[in-house]
Nanobody
């Protein structure tokens, strides 16, 4: 099993910044991609940004100019720097990791961290 622990959520005013961090532990061998999803009330969970072990990223168009994802493979961690936050960014943000081991794919999720953008 892989455990993902997130930190860094909170309340911020529009235009502000937050940095989310996620650390993976446990059976981390074989983790390939890591990333962040979010789910707003009444909406489906959506990909915010993902990053592979090699550093290739996939960032949602809605945040591409404002959010940056980074990863530290040695620490098995992934961060999401969020700038110029908007009220519509309000959601629970989940860290996710995909592990490929012996041809078997497993997906893991963190417990989620609340991000609220409000004046």
């Amino acid at each position: 099993q892989v455990q993902l622990v997130e930190s860094g959520g909170g309340l911020v005013r529009p235009g502000g910044s937050l940095r989310l961090s996620c650390a993976a532990s446990g059976s981390i061998f074989g983790i390939s991609s890591m990333g962040w999803y979010r789910q707003a009330p009444g909406k489906r969970r959506e990909l915010v940004a993902g990053i592979t072990t090699g550093g290739s990223t996939n960032v949602a168009d809605s945040v591409k100019a404002r959010f940056t994802i980074s990863r530290d493979n040695a620490k098995n961690s992934v961060d999401l720097q969020m700038n110029s936050l908007k009220p519509e960014d309000t959601a629970v943000y989940y860290c996710a990791a995909t592990r490929m081991l012996y041809g078997v794919r497993s997906d893991y999720w963190g417990q989620g961290t609340q991000v609220t953008v409000s004046s």
